[in-house]
Structures are given as structure tokens and as C-alpha cells.
């Protein structure tokens, strides 16, 4: 993808034309490690006019997570009602497991010609049966994880969807910050827009007098905080990405997998590996290779496995009690850093 200032094809386009011709297919898959990018797929899927007719009665959509295949294969086999064509959309899929995705093959091998199925999530294992044959019956499509230099034209062309202009060296200050994710990135933009209200450049100096100077964390700075055992800055670190809307459940994701980084530290200093046998194991960059051995060697592998079920505890709290999400995070970082 060529960076040519705000023409560039925008990353999140969807590349099927149909749907803004009011003929849909009746199997889609869109994927990507972007939530932002698929987020945004989804919602151009759901707009189109091809699902204009009686969309709160003909679009329904499914958390995997939370949802049998035999619910979602019933919804997709109900015909529309007061409009030509339903809309099931399910994301996460790739929470399914084998069996679970087995499940849909037969719709898959014969969908009801009345309904489009748009199944979403992170990855599709092309290896499973599952993806080929969905590949094969359907239009797959994933969004590809954005490069640095893909974020300062795609933060011009963010910019000028709200009627302004950022310059090259504010939107290059502002991909700096890419480590907190497009949808913070995103935000922050909107917040710049409103700041400048009619005028319509946003400059370097802009950004720096909304931002503040102050020091923005991603969530890899509060992943190391919390493996550092620093408690203050691990609760600043996430006050931050939760007020810039960072969801809980992919915060959890990262502790799942930075425990398991340090239950696997210890495994190789357990057998008789030093700092460099670590890196080469997990593939980690020397900074955090560093702070993962420190904290490994602190920890046993009883008390690092307890942590990852206080993780696991806090998943199911956030599900069963919404609304609680920054006091279900802030008891977890303590226990996990006392």
C-alpha cells in the first residue's frame, strides 16, 4: 500500500462491491488482529443498503463466546421478515472450538439463499477444515496489521473524513504513539478536532499543547509494570488505557499471555538456562527479556500459576458484572503486584 497522503485506499475498505449494490452473498469472513480495522469492516457491512430494509427485525448479531453454532445456524435458517434478506453477524469465531466450528459446516456447504453469515474474529486457521471450506463457499477477507508507515497516511485520512487537515509532522508525533492501538489513536484525533473546532489544520504544536507533554502508555507499558511488580505505575498505566477506551478484555489477554511468558521463563531458568536461552525461547526483545527473568526468578511456579487463575477469575467477574470493568482491573493489578 503506497503512502500518498489522505488518497490512499483506506486500509478498513471492504473489497466487496456488491454490498453496496444491494446484492450480498450469503457467506463473508472478515478477520484481523486490528479490532479497530475489523470493527469498522463490520459496521461498513452492516450500513450497506443491502440490509437497509427493516434492519432491527433482519440483523442480528452473536458474541461465540456466548453463543451455541445451533443458535446462530437457527437465526441464519429464519427467513426475513418485512425485507428481502437477513443479516447474522458472529464474532470471535475464533473462540469456537473444533467441534463447535464442525458444527456449521453443513450450513456452510448449503447457506439458506435468504441470509448473508458474516463470521468475524482475530485469525482463521486456513489449516482447519472449518476455514477451507468457508473460504471455498464464501468471500474471506483480513485485514492486514497496519505498518508505521502506513499510520501517518491513515491518520491524514481519518483527519480529513472530519473536515480537516493534519500535518505530516502532527500525525508523525501522533503514530509515535501507535502501541496504544488504532482505536485510541482514532480517538485521540477526535479529541484534536473538536480542540480546533473551525479551523482546519491541526498542527504539531496542537497536538502538543491537547496532549499535554504528558507521557502516554501503551498497554505493553503496563504489561512491563505489572511484571516489574510496580504497582503505581502498572494503576497509572491502566487508568490511562481505560480512559481512552481500552477494552478490559484484551488488557486480560495481555496478563494471560504475559504469565504465561513467566511461567515459561522459569521453566528454562528451572532446567539451567540463563537470560539469553529466555530470549531465544519466547522471542522477546532484551528490555523485556530482562524483566521477565527478574520477575521469574522472584516467583515460583506455584505462585505465578495462581496469578494466572487470578487473570482467569477476573474474565468471568468482568462477564458476570458489567459496569464493574475498572474495579474488577484495579483489585486484579494489586494482587498481582503485592
Not at 450497506?48 to 452473536?62: I, K
Not at 507521557?215 to 497509572?236: E, N, P, W
Request: aromatic letters at 6%; a positive charge; one cysteine or more.
Amino acid at each position: 500500500m503506497a503512502a500518498t497522503g489522505i488518497r490512499q485506499r483506506d486500509p478498513a475498505a471492504l473489497p466487496w462491491p456488491e454490498l453496496a449494490q444491494g446484492e450480498p452473498g450469503c457467506l463473508y469472513g472478515l478477520f484481523s488482529e486490528e479490532d479497530f480495522l475489523l470493527g469498522q469492516g463490520v459496521e461498513q457491512v452492516i450500513a450497506s443498503p443491502a440490509f437497509a430494509e427493516n434492519p432491527s427485525l433482519n440483523v442480528e448479531r452473536f458474541q461465540a463466546s456466548e453463543t451455541k453454532p445451533a443458535r446462530v445456524l437457527d437465526s441464519a435458517q429464519t427467513l426475513p421478515f418485512l425485507g428481502r434478506r437477513r443479516l447474522v453477524v458472529v464474532s470471535e469465531v475464533h473462540m469456537y472450538k473444533a467441534d463447535q466450528a464442525a458444527e456449521f459446516l453443513p450450513y456452510l456447504a448449503d447457506p439458506s439463499p435468504t441470509t448473508t453469515l458474516l463470521l468475524t474474529g482475530t485469525k482463521l486457521d486456513a489449516r482447519t477444515k472449518f476455514a477451507k471450506t468457508l473460504s471455498k463457499a464464501g468471500k474471506v477477507h483480513q485485514f492486514a496489521k497496519m505498518y508505521a508507515r502506513q499510520l501517518v497516511p491513515w491518520l491524514q485520512g481519518r483527519a480529513a473524513m472530519r473536515g480537516k487537515t493534519l500535518e505530516a509532522q502532527a500525525a508523525a508525533y501522533l503514530a509515535e504513539l501507535a502501541g496504544l492501538g488504532l482505536g485510541a489513536l482514532d480517538s485521540e484525533l477526535e479529541k484534536l478536532a473538536l480542540y480546533v473546532g473551525n479551523e482546519k489544520r491541526i498542527t504539531l504544536a496542537t497536538v502538543r499543547q491537547v496532549l499535554g507533554g504528558s507521557r502516554l502508555y501503551s498497554i505493553f507499558d503496563f504489561t512491563d509494570a505489572v511484571a516489574a511488580g510496580g504497582l503505581t505505575r502498572a494503576l497509572s498505566c491502566y487508568a490511562q488505557l481505560d480512559s481512552l477506551g481500552e477494552p478490559a478484555v484484551r488488557v486480560l489477554a495481555m496478563l494471560t499471555r504475559l504469565y504465561r511468558q513467566l511461567l515459561e521463563a522459569r521453566r528454562v531458568q528451572d532446567q539451567g538456562g540463563g537470560p539469553g536461552e529466555v530470549q531465544r525461547t519466547l522471542r522477546t526483545p532484551p528490555q523485556a527479556t530482562a524483566t521477565l527473568v527478574d520477575r521469574a526468578r522472584r516467583e515460583t511456579p506455584a505462585s505465578l500459576t495462581r496469578a494466572l487463575k487470578a487473570v482467569l477469575a477476573a474474565d468471568v467477574a468482568l462477564k458476570s458484572s458489567p459496569g464493574a470493568d475498572r474495579v474488577i482491573m484495579e483489585r486484579l493489578i494489586m494482587n498481582l503486584c503485592a
